[in-house]
């Protein structure tokens, strides 16, 4: 027997998962600009900085 379809819950997932990767994007942006900068301005990033982590 098929389930009853729960649009509302569906649309809600979809756009959250839609705003962590919106949000990871961004982060990941700002994390870029900051490198650029930093290279740009002749100093090294901080030796203590953790590196973005990866996907899996």
Do not use: H, S, W
């Amino acid at each position: 027997m098929a389930r009853k379809p729960n649009y509302e819950f569906e649309r809600r997932e979809r756009d959250r998962l839609k705003a962590i990767k919106v949000a990871e994007k961004a982060q990941a942006k700002k994390e870029a600009r900051e490198r650029a900068r930093l290279e740009n301005a002749g100093e090294a990033p901080p030796a203590d900085a953790e590196p973005p982590p990866e996907k899996t």
